[in-house]
């Protein structure tokens, strides 16, 4: 079976562009994460999808982040506009709901975001 | 204070030795209990998780958990040099489903 995947896995860009990031689960896993990797925080939940729907958003820093996840295989996060203290790495990661707070999240590859 | 707390290391042992990573959480309604590596520059994998109090083995990981002191560990025996990366502590919100990850432990394991 296929991981999460997820695209691109670099990118750099200018202070004030859109980023979007992009990511596809694993075939029926109904849970999605979003989180962002700094030195200095660590790894941090930005946002969770249940059954596509939008669970908590309480990570997510500001409005210029959003997120969607318009299929159970599809979920972008977008930033609008970028600022150099979004780079970090950004992970998505899945997970079956069906067996319960024992089922472990699998993570993608991550995107290495450089915001210049 | 941190929601889990992690000693950020680097924790260093010889090849052969036993590592000792602990972690302690806030949340006393933490219900699952998960030990992911990271490697440089790669994404976290899982390693161990945990559900119960006492200890569990897998291999040569065991992780410990005693939820009354909020407490989980893990243990990594005859330690190789491929161990050496950064463990991450994650335990799982009441509601089961989200995890709040500690700042990990880095290990390097010396030939």
């Known amino acids: 079976d296929a991981g999460v995947i997820q695209s691109p896995r670099h990118e750099v860009t200018e202070m004030g562009q859109e980023v979007t990031l992009r990511c596809k689960p694993i075939?029926?896993?109904?849970?999605l994460f979003w989180y962002r990797q700094t030195m200095m925080r660590g790894l941090e939940l930005l946002i969770y999808f249940n059954n596509n729907v939008p669970i908590d958003d309480s990570g997510m820093p500001e409005d210029r982040f959003s997120a969607k996840m318009p299929n159970a295989s599809f979920s972008t996060l977008k930033i609008q506009p970028s600022e150099p203290r979004d780079s970090a790495v950004y992970f998505c990661?899945?997970?079956?709901?069906?067996?319960?707070?024992?089922?472990?999240?699998?993570f993608g590859p991550g995107t290495r975001l450089l915001v210049l | 204070q941190k929601e889990v707390e992690q000693n950020s290391g680097p924790l260093s042992v010889p090849e052969g030795a036993i590592a000792s990573l602990n972690c302690t959480y806030s949340d006393r309604g933490s219900q699952s209990f998960f030990w992911y590596r990271q490697y440089s520059g790669k994404s976290p994998e899982l390693i161990m998780s945990?559900?119960?109090?006492g200890d569990k083995e897998d291999g040569r990981f065991t992780a410990q958990l005693n939820k009354a002191s909020q407490y989980v560990s893990l243990l990594i025996r005859d330690s190789q040099p491929s161990d050496s990366a950064t463990y991450l502590c994650?335990?799982?919100?009441?509601?089961?489903?989200?995890?709040?990850f500690g700042g990990g432990t880095r290990v390097l394991v010396k030939p």
């Open positions: 990661a899945s997970r079956p709901l069906a067996g319960g707070p024992q089922e472990t999240q699998y």
């Open positions: 075939s029926g896993h109904n849970s």
């Open positions: 994650a335990p799982s919100g009441a509601a089961g489903n989200k995890l709040t």
């Open positions: 945990i559900y119960s109090n």
